[in-house]
Structures are given as structure tokens and as C-alpha cells.
């Protein structure tokens, strides 16, 4: 093992599956045995990996986590044994969905076969779809609105998604694309070297939104590929290294940029340490404590030998000239899977390289089913440079897709996930949670649901086309993928197919979650004001409890229609439930507008804060809702067809939820003056004097 005074105080941790046995493993997932659990490890130096042990002796690791530790650990030999049979099949499966598709599916091809014309699939041209492309061979951008190069444009959030998709083609696909369909400036591809793997395994592509003056430069990774063991060895992957300041990174993620090499591990150290790597004079800023073998690599060039390129020396310099020639362009990088990793770990290296005018210029970072790049310490580090003044990494998950869920978040290995995470269930609702739920993957506590929501999808998918249009309907390896999903969830989940459905079919949290909200007791209390439901507040774009002290900020701005204050205003309208919450809140001092105010009507909304304020009438008897449910059945006779409920609403009616939509407006149209139910009341409460004139 490297001694620690050879790294210059950089730790490292990897872990190798080749090196313990198999009688290693069972013992550490059975009885938790420490020393047959590090036989695996391999660290920077004999007094970490000491100090690792005695920290798993303190905290022992509770068995479910000691089955992802495992779990990773088998993943990875088993994918190393099946390498070059996971190749062939996948030269296999990629020829015959071509061969099929080049000659119009089965029958095509049976009668193209009958007739001497059969097409042969040939590799490399832009008539060769991946195995991703056939899984969704969706290709044209969403029409649905126009595109902005603004954060949070449905239609840019698109783009990054098919582009993040299209980076599996080849090249020749890559640029038929983009020019036929698109219409936009194809900039270039690269093959990458990967110098651990000895081979050009990474790959990305640029484009302009247009040749010149450009507005939008976008950079996308290609992902993990479904027959490619290297990537998702490298997604099981647990290994990091620490460097100062930054954090912990995972060390298959810096290898796929082409910035360092496990089997020399300075490496690492010394591309993250040289600021500027084309200058003759980068050596020079090597202290003087280091290594003597670290100094000799300084002496070299940075690129690989043989002239082989790197991928984020090739980007960053193709960036800044493209910066140059397009003096108003925003750049994005985007990625899907193992390509969202090297997405946002690339603009993570230009902060640390000190990059400032490249920075200057990124509009934002959009990933898909990306897998953890880091702990917590790297998403501080990041989130000072992403989330001012406005957040600029959005990372997107779709329901138990299991690739967000890796790496593993142990005590050990102190993965976590850093930026907006925007989390759409199976129904495509949209949630910015901090975590998607189920964090680890292979827990025991959400295994039913997994299994429960893949039969659900599998059942979606023949109803999509029906419901949605031909856009959306699923072929048969889409079906297939998702019969797979029966087995393992997570792996059908990761499908683009569902990606690309949810930056089309997104709905947003604050339509769909308002029953929740109505139940939410969250309040924030102000100064004279009192308490105020946090809910209604966050639902007006007065503030988010993730960071509490916004409420405070917009509760103070008296100036509503400043070009600060007015970006997270929604229109207020008084309504049903919630929205009778919202209409209420007006707070600003706004007196001119409030001499004009009319009135409020506002039906059934809860109280600001768990109280209901004015004039109000209620009750909760069990034989009132009776009867309210028996004269359903009557008020089409009673009133007229108007009125008459239909099934749905009578079942709401068993169910109990009587003073809902229907019942308001009844009240609007069929509704007595006061003066009746006050005879009402008289009449129940017995005989009244009446007083006789003298």
C-alpha cells in the first residue's frame, strides 16, 4: 500500500472485488466480520485503513447495509467473469434490432429475405441505432412550447434529455440528427481515452442551437451502456479519493474524464492540482513535499500517450473556443446514467481548476438517473459555486430507477447526492425533494412497492399510445424491458423511455399535492402577524421550509413588483380549499390596491394556521352525512337533470368527503337566505312566546 506522506496528505480508498474470496464475503455479511470485510479494501496508507476499522468497531454496520456492500461487491465479479460474453451479446442484440428495423420488422424481412433484398446493418453510419435508440426511438424535440434559454424551459429540459439520449449513438447518427431533425450546428464528437480501462470508452458531443452567434452551447456524456461491463462496474463502483477542500470523489467517474488512473493513484492528485495544464510552466506549482514520483509525471504531458484524448481536456478547450466565437452564449452539460455523473463532475473540476471565465458563462447542469459522484463535503464545496444566485444543478429522478441509489451511502464509502432533485413518482408528478425516496436501494422496507409499481408500469405501458398519443406508445424491447423490471425493478426504471415521458408529461408539485398540503400543520409565525401556514406560503412562492428563513424575506419585501421580489409570485385567485388559503394571504401594505378590493370569497379553505377566521358554519354528525349520502339519489328528481350526481360522486359521498366541489356550488344555486335556517333552529329548540298586542 502507498504510504500517506507519498500522497501529500490526499486519502484514497478502493475497493477490490479480485482480491478477497468468497468465504471473505459471506463471513462479513453474516457476522460482520471487519477483518474480512477490509481484505477487499485498498487505502492510502496502513493508518487509515486502521482507523477505518476501529470506526466500523465502534459503529457496527447493520446487516441491510452489509448486504449493499456485498451486493456491490458480487455485481462486480460476476459483470467482470461475464465481460466478453456481455460484448458479443451485445454486438448480437444491436445487429438484429437493425437488421429488423432496416427492413421493416419480421415480415420485412421475411419477405425481403423471399425477394433477395435483404439490408444488412453496418456499423458506424447514421442508419445504425444503439440498443437505447430502438429502446426509445423517439428522435424529434417536444412541440409543445417554445424554446428559451432560460433554467426550468420545459422545452430546454427536453433538449437536454433527448440529447443526453442521443449521446449512445454513433457519430454519423449524432449528426444526422441534430442537422436534419433538430436543425442546429453539430459541433463535433469524441472518443475519449480511458487510461485504468486502456481504451477509448468515453463519449460526448457538442452543439450550438446555430452556426453563428450562438445563444446555447450544450454538452452531453454518453451514459452507462446495456451491454458495456466497464460501466457498470464503474456505477457499483465504491472507490474514492479525498483531496483538500474538495471532498471525496469516486474514482471511476474521475477515470471515465480522463483524470487519473487507480493503478497510480497520484495521478489523480496531479490532474486535480494542475490549474493550467497546457502552460510550459504547470510544473512549477508543484510543492516542493511532493513525491519524487509525482514530479517526474509533472514533467509529462497531461494527455495520454499515442496523442489519445481526454475527456475534459478535450471539452474544456473546445468550450472556451467555442466561449470565443460566441461571445452571448450559455453553455449546459447534461448526461444520462454514468454520463450525468461526468456532467456535472466536469464543471466541478473548472471551480477547482479556477476556470472563472468559462464558469461566467454556464447556464446549467441537467442530469438523468445520474449515480452519486461524492460525499457530502465535495456538495458543500459545489453548492457555493451552483446555488448563487440562483440554483444551477438540477438532477432529475424518475421513480426506483436504481442508479441514483448508487453508490451505497455507508459510513465508509459517505456517498451523497448534492443539488435540486427533481423526483417524478410513476404517475410523472413532479417533487423537489433533497433525496428521492428509498435513498439506498436494495433496502428491505420499499421492496413490495418496487415490485408492486413495476407490475404497474408494465401495465402502462400498453395503455400509453391509447391515452397519450403514437408519440408515447411502447414497442415490443420497451415491453420487454419492462417484463426485466418484474424481476429487478430498478433496472426497467432506468430506461430513457421514462425520462423523456416525464419532461413531457411532468406534471408540477403544486397542482397535484394540494390534498397533502391541506393536511399539513407547518406554520411560520411573524411578528404582530402570528402564524401564517407554511404550506399556503410555499404554495404563493413566499418561501420554502428547506430554508426557513425565506419566509421571513418575502414577508418583509413591501414591494411586491420589484424585478426581485416578483420571480416567485404566482397569480392568486379565490377558489375551492387551498386556494381560499391563498386568497386571504395579503400582507404587503398594499393600500392603494386594498381600497379597491370588493370582497373575498373563499370556499372551504383551511384556517392560516390550523384556525378558521370570519363568518364560517359547520358540523361533522354522523346522520347529517347519512343523509347528505342518501339525497344524492334525489336531487336529479328534486331539482332538475343540473343536479343530478353521477357514480363518482356518490362514492365520494360513502367515502365521507361530503362538503367538496359539488356541494359549493349547490349552495351558490340552490342556497336559502339566513332567515330560513334561523326558523329552523327556533323550531328544533321548541315553542316560542309570541307576544299578543293589549
Known amino acids: 500500500m502507498a504510504k500517506s506522506d507519498e500522497n501529500n496528505g490526499f486519502e484514497y480508498l478502493i475497493v477490490r472485488p479480485e482480491k478477497g474470496r468468497i468465504v471473505d464475503l ?45 451486493a456491490s461487491i458480487l455485481v462486480r465479479k460476476i459483470v467482470a467473469l461475464l465481460r466478453k460474453p456481455l460484448e458479443y451479446t451485445g454486438y448480437a442484440v444491436e445487429f438484429i434490432l437493425n437488421l429488423l428495423s432496416l427492413n421493416a420488422n419480421l415480415y420485412g424481412l421475411i419477405y425481403n429475405l423471399f425477394h433477395g433484398k435483404v439490408l444488412i446493418p453496418q456499423r458506424d453510419t447514421y442508419t445504425f441505432i444503439s440498443t437505447i435508440g430502438h429502446l426509445d426511438g423517439r428522435i424529434d424535440l417536444f412541440s409543445g412550447h417554445n424554446l428559451k434559454i432560460e433554467l426550468g424551459n420545459r422545452p430546454l429540459m427536453d433538449l437536454c434529455m433527448m440529447a443526453s439520449k442521443l449521446a449512445y449513438e454513433n457519430a454519423q447518427v449524432v449528426r444526422n440528427v441534430l442537422v436534419n431533425h433538430w436543425k442546429m450546428h453539430f459541433v463535433d464528437f469524441y472518443n475519449c481515452w480511458n487510461d485504468f480501462q486502456k481504451e477509448k470508452s468515453t463519449q460526448v458531443f457538442i452543439l450550438c442551437d446555430k452556426p453563428k452567434d450562438a445563444t446555447l452551447i450544450l454538452i452531453s456524456f454518453r451514459g452507462t451502456e446495456p451491454f458495456d461491463a466497464d460501466d457498470w462496474i464503474t456505477d457499483f463502483d465504491f472507490s474514492w479519493y479525498e483531496f483538500p477542500k474538495l471532498g471525496k470523489v469516486h474514482m471511476g467517474f474521475l477515470e471515465a474524464l480522463g483524470l487519473g488512473n487507480r493503478e497510480k493513484a497520484i495521478t489523480f492528485q496531479h490532474h486535480i492540482q494542475m490549474k493550467d495544464t497546457n502552460s510550459s510552466e504547470s510544473a512549477k506549482s508543484i510543492p516542493s513535499n511532493t513525491s519524487s514520483e509525482f514530479k517526474k509525471q509533472s514533467s509529462r504531458k497531461v494527455m495520454p500517450e499515442m496523442g489519445e484524448m481526454s475527456a475534459y481536456y478535450t471539452v474544456k478547450e473546445k468550450l472556451k473556443d467555442l466561449l470565443k466565437g460566441h461571445k452571448n452564449a450559455k453553455f449546459v452539460v ?4 454514468l454520463g450525468g455523473a461526468l456532467a456535472i463532475l466536469f464543471p466541478t473540476i473548472l471551480v477547482v481548476h479556477e476556470e472563472k471565465e468559462i464558469m461566467q458563462s454556464l447556464l446549467g447542469v441537467y442530469t438523468f438517473g445520474q449515480p452519486r459522484v461524492g460525499n457530502r463535503q465535495l456538495g458543500r464545496f459545489m453548492e457555493a459555486h451552483l446555488d448563487s444566485p440562483i440554483p444551477k444543478y438540477f438532477r432529475v429522478v424518475y421513480c426506483n430507477d436504481m442508479v441514483p441509489r448508487l453508490p451505497y451511502d455507508d459510513r465508509t464509502f459517505l456517498y451523497k447526492h448534492f443539488g435540486v432533485c427533481l423526483y417524478y413518482n410513476s404517475c410523472y408528478t413532479e417533487q423537489k425533494v433533497d433525496e428521492e425516496p428509498n435513498p439506498n436501494f436494495f433496502g428491505l422496507k420499499y421492496l413490495f412497492l418496487e415490485y408492486l409499481n413495476a407490475v404497474w408500469e408494465l401495465i402502462r405501458s400498453f395503455t400509453m399510445g391509447y391515452k397519450y398519443g403514437p408519440e408515447y406508445e411502447e414497442g415490443w424491447f420497451s415491453v420487454l424491458m419492462r417484463i426485466m423490471g418484474l424481476v429487478l425493478p430498478g433496472v426497467s426504471a432506468h430506461s430513457p423511455t421514462d425520462y423523456v415521458n416525464s419532461m413531457r408529461l411532468g406534471k408540477k408539485r403544486v397542482v397535484q399535492m394540494y390534498f397533502c ?46 424585478s426581485e421580489s416578483t420571480k416567485s409570485l404566482l397569480p392568486v385567485q379565490a377558489t375551492e380549499n387551498l386556494g381560499g388559503a391563498l386568497a386571504i394571504l395579503v400582507t404587503h401594505e398594499e393600500k392603494e390596491v386594498m381600497q379597491s378590493l370588493f370582497g373575498l370569497y373563499t370556499f372551504g379553505h383551511q384556517g392560516s394556521a390550523g384556525e378558521v377566521h370570519g363568518s364560517s358554519f359547520g358540523f361533522s354528525n354522523t346522520k347529517v352525512l347519512q343523509a347528505a349520502t342518501l339525497s344524492s339519489f334525489t336531487m336529479g328528481y328534486k331539482y332538475g337533470p343540473e343536479y343530478e350526481e353521477g357514480w363518482f360522486s356518490i362514492l365520494m359521498r360513502i367515502m365521507g368527503l361530503v362538503f367538496r366541489h359539488t356541494d359549493y356550488v349547490n349552495s351558490m344555486r340552490l342556497g336559502k337566505e339566513r332567515v330560513v335556517s334561523v326558523l329552523c333552529v327556533l323550531i328544533s329548540t321548541g315553542p316560542v312566546p309570541v307576544p299578543v298586542p293589549v
Open 517 to 562: 398540503l391541506d393536511f399539513d400543520l407547518s406554520w411560520y409565525e411573524f411578528p404582530e402577524l402570528g402564524k401564517v401556514h407554511m404550506g399556503s406560503l410555499e404554495a404563493l412562492g413566499l418561501g420554502n421550509r428547506e430554508k426557513a428563513i425565506t419566509f421571513q424575506h418575502h414577508l418583509q419585501m413591501k414591494d411586491t413588483n420589484s
Open 334 to 337: 447534461t448526461g444520462h446514467s
Open 26 to 70: 459471506v463471513r462479513y455479511m453474516l457476522w460482520g466480520d471487519i477483518r474480512s470485510g477490509v481484505s477487499f479494501l485498498e487505502t492510502s496508507s496502513d493508518e487509515y485503513l486502521a482507523e477505518q476499522v476501529q470506526l466500523a468497531a465502534d459503529h457496527p454496520v447493520p446487516a441491510d447495509r452489509r448486504l449493499i456492500i456485498v
